[in-house]
């Protein structure tokens, strides 16, 4: 058999005592396997050259010993393939023009740029060969409305009053933006990942109503489109975007950020709601830049409320950090982490 067999319970809701561990961002800046690659090549070629891509990607599993792996890409190339000049600098990705009224008839035809992405499937096929045969591997596309908001702001902070102000532009954006994603996520599906995982991290900066109404029937399209095989990750969001039409579409999982108290809701809404699938999430990753006592009593008071549910409350859970691992962050501490979670639920 391929794949984790704690994260394969985790995805059909089977209880376990021991959850699975990955972190976003676990193959970053903060890694000295990372950082060794990284002061040989590009940010752009580890992406883009797929034997470099895998090489990055089975570092932590190395290292760490995570559960999952996850495609070393970046959410952004969706933008590059219409067009938008996409180069990394030391400050940051930028684009070489914004959207707007005026230049979005310079996006080229998504059904004719999608071959471009094709080096996220061969790096996620090369991944696959490179992993043991017990850890699993999923990929990850960015969600349409954030790839709207980078293209629209060159970034995603802030009020994105440029953003708001155009989302008269956003249906003809997200046509295009769907007929990549439904390209790429197949080529990953294909070559071995066991789910795709659309990271949103720009929905949190939205009303409910507004993410009812502009985000989830794109989003629920693509579920439909890729039934229990799609995964969904957002910043920032609260219990009111979880409605009703969202759940009712076949996702195999959710993540959560560290603003929710995860245990609390998996004992009081999560049946109540019908939450397919995987929780994922949700230790706050800035705590893993405490010292070693203090990470370790925040760590503790976090697992004695998973330890606060039975098995079956907890049937799903996927351990991890809220949000993406931070630069910098101490790779003893990462350990520290994966050690007392796993010796919390009882694994030697």
């Given at each position: 058999?391929?794949?984790?067999?704690?994260?394969?319970?985790?995805?059909?809701?089977?209880?376990?005592?021991?959850?699975?561990?990955?972190?976003?961002?676990?193959?970053?800046?903060?890694?000295?396997?990372?950082?060794?690659?990284?002061?040989?090549?590009?940010?752009?070629?580890?992406?883009?050259?797929?034997?470099?891509?895998?090489?990055?990607?089975?570092?932590?599993?190395?290292?760490?010993?995570?559960?999952?792996?996850?495609?070393?890409?970046?959410?952004?190339?969706?933008?590059?393939?219409?067009?938008?000049?996409?180069?990394?600098t030391e400050e940051g990705?930028?684009?070489?023009?914004?959207?707007?009224?005026?230049?979005?008839?310079?996006?080229?035809p998504a059904s004719q740029v999608c071959e471009f992405l094709n080096f996220q499937g061969q790096a996620m096929g090369l991944t696959r060969k490179k992993?043991?045969?017990?850890?699993?591997?999923?990929?990850?596309?960015?969600?349409?409305?954030?790839?709207?908001?980078?293209?629209?702001?060159?970034?995603?902070?802030?009020?994105?009053?440029?953003?708001?102000?155009?989302?008269?532009?956003?249906?003809?954006?997200?046509?295009?933006?769907?007929?990549?994603?439904?390209?790429?996520?197949?080529?990953?599906?294909?070559?071995?990942?066991?789910?795709?995982?659309?990271?949103?991290?720009a929905a949190g900066e939205l009303s409910p109503a507004?993410?009812?109404?502009?985000?989830?029937?794109?989003?629920?399209?693509?579920?439909?489109r890729f039934p229990h095989q799609l995964g969904y990750y957002s910043k920032g969001t609260q219990a009111a975007f979880l409605n009703t039409e969202l759940l009712s579409a076949p996702w195999t999982g959710f993540g959560f950020d560290h603003r929710w108290d995860l245990p609390q809701f998996l004992r009081e809404s999560r049946s109540e709601l019908n939450v397919p699938g995987f929780i994922q999430g949700n230790f706050d990753q800035a705590l893993l830049h405490c010292s070693p006592e203090d990470l370790k009593k925040y760590l503790s008071d976090y697992i004695a409320t998973w330890k606060n549910l039975t098995v079956e409350q907890r049937a799903g859970w996927v351990s991890g950090l809220g949000h993406g691992i931070l630069p910098k962050t101490p790779e003893a501490h990462v350990h520290t982490f994966i050690t007392m979670i796993r010796k919390a639920f009882g694994e030697s």
């Open positions: 058999m391929i794949g984790n067999i704690k994260f394969q319970n985790a995805l059909k809701k089977i209880p376990q005592a021991v959850p699975p561990i990955w972190f976003m961002r676990q193959a970053g800046r903060y890694h000295s396997h990372y950082q060794a690659l990284r002061k040989q090549h590009s940010f752009e070629e580890l992406c883009k050259v797929p034997e470099l891509a895998a090489e990055v990607a089975w570092g932590p599993i190395q290292d760490f010993d995570f559960d999952v792996a996850i495609l070393f890409s970046d959410i952004l190339f969706p933008l590059e393939a219409l067009g938008m000049g996409l180069k990394y990705p930028r684009l070489s023009f914004q959207l707007d009224q005026d230049s979005i008839g310079k996006l080229k992993l043991p045969a017990n850890k699993s591997l999923i990929g990850f596309v960015g969600g349409i409305w954030t790839l709207f908001v980078y293209a629209c702001e060159g970034g995603h902070s802030g009020s994105l009053t440029k953003t708001k102000s155009q989302m008269h532009l956003y249906a003809q954006f997200a046509e295009a933006m769907y007929t990549l994603h439904v390209y790429t996520i197949q080529k990953q599906l294909d070559a071995g990942a066991e789910v795709v995982h659309i990271f949103d991290t507004f993410f009812q109404q502009y985000l989830v029937p794109t989003l629920n399209k693509l579920a439909h």
